[in-house]
């Protein structure tokens, strides 16, 4: 994998200035996952501007029309860029097979997959959760994985177009986030099929996945799903590991995923040398809907001039560039049922030990 830090949302000067090179060869790129300054609503449009850039910049190596690359790579950006956050991008290449015997360490792995179509009704309902979680099952079996070596299942949810919203009243971002939550959290065994029902999403908080990392896309009609695992049939020098912050100030929940990569921050923060062990950093927040913080009172529900989703992705963001001394992380809003309410699961890829 390869991270490109962006001077604004359509710069790809990183990523083409590495494909002349040759160190990247654009037929292996799998996934490219980004970083954009925009506002992280449904009217932040510098997702689409890069997106239509990468277009532009891998179709003629994929003998495609620029509109078609998302057929062929994963395309996933998340918009709100606040405070230290450094928009970028992860550009994921496989290259061979992997081995056909177990080797003696596990390393990173990542495969791609689709679900099937969604129609409007299925969104935010327990369809949606059996289709999530077969497609989750179907990418472990492909990477021969057990639900212990998954760290993180990225997701660009589906929101099919509704021509009668009276019959697809959950057809949304909020509820095709949460559906597909509980999907890899069924798939993962994180959860049982006997405590779902369409009534337990968005209302038994209970319930929620420590590994998922979903995001929605208006008029996307199947769920685009990116599982990363470590695996013993996979080569290379990266490995994966995960956990949770139990709320947005959860500091020790950075410092326990760090010590599973062996990393531990002096005096709070990791030294330089292994700062640059950190190849990428995957984190959801949400602001606590019942407006406190460790029984303190907050204000970013209430607050009229600023979102609560750019207070909460500022806050987790310089918690995670704090202890890790890069700001090259990826953070995300809205975790219905990702991690517990008011925190939300922590990735973390590095060089291996």
Not at 91 to 117: C, E, H, I, Y
Request: one cysteine or more; glycine letters at 8%.
């Amino acid at each position: 994998m390869a991270r490109f830090f962006t001077r604004c949302p359509a710069d790809m000067s990183g990523l083409a200035d590495a494909i002349a090179r040759g160190e990247i060869c654009p037929q292996n790129i799998v996934a490219i996952i980004g970083k954009t300054e925009g506002n992280g609503g449904i009217n932040d449009f510098t997702r689409n501007l890069s997106i239509l850039a990468l277009g532009h910049l891998l179709a003629p190596f994929l003998d495609c029309q620029p509109e078609q690359v998302e057929d062929k790579i994963v395309l996933s950006f998340s918009g709100g860029s606040e405070g230290v956050t450094a928009p970028h991008l992860l550009v994921f290449s496989v290259t061979g097979k992997p081995s056909t015997m177990k080797l003696s360490n596990k390393r990173l792995a990542l495969t791609t997959g689709l679900s099937r179509t969604f129609s409007p009704d299925e969104v935010g309902r327990m369809a949606m959760i059996y289709e999530t979680a077969r497609v989750v099952e179907t990418l472990m079996q492909e990477l021969r994985v057990a639900a212990d070596d998954v760290h993180l299942v990225q997701i660009k949810a589906a929101i099919p177009p509704v021509s009668l919203p009276e019959t697809a009243l959950r057809c949304d971002m909020a509820w095709s986030r949460a559906a597909s939550a509980l999907g890899v959290a069924l798939a993962l065994g994180e959860i049982t099929e006997n405590q779902l029902s369409d009534a337990s999403i968005q209302n038994d908080w209970s319930l929620y996945s420590s590994r998922a990392s979903v995001s929605a896309k208006p008029l996307l009609t199947r769920s685009e799903i990116i599982l990363f695992a470590n695996s013993d049939y996979w080569e290379g020098d990266l490995v994966i590991a995960h956990g949770l912050m139990r709320d947005i100030i959860d500091v020790p929940g950075i410092y326990a995923v760090l010590e599973k990569l062996g990393l531990k921050p002096r005096n709070g923060q990791l030294t330089t040398d292994d700062s640059r062990k950190i190849v990428a950093v995957f984190a959801k927040s949400d602001a606590h809907p019942g407006n406190c913080i460790r029984k303190r009172r907050h204000t970013m529900w209430t607050d009229a001039d600023i979102s609560d989703m750019r207070y909460s992705r500022c806050v987790v963001a310089a918690q995670l560039a704090g202890v890790l001394g890069d700001t090259g992380v990826y953070v995300s809003t809205r975790a219905e049922h990702q991690g517990p309410q008011g925190g939300g699961p922590v990735a973390i890829i590095g060089v291996a030990p």
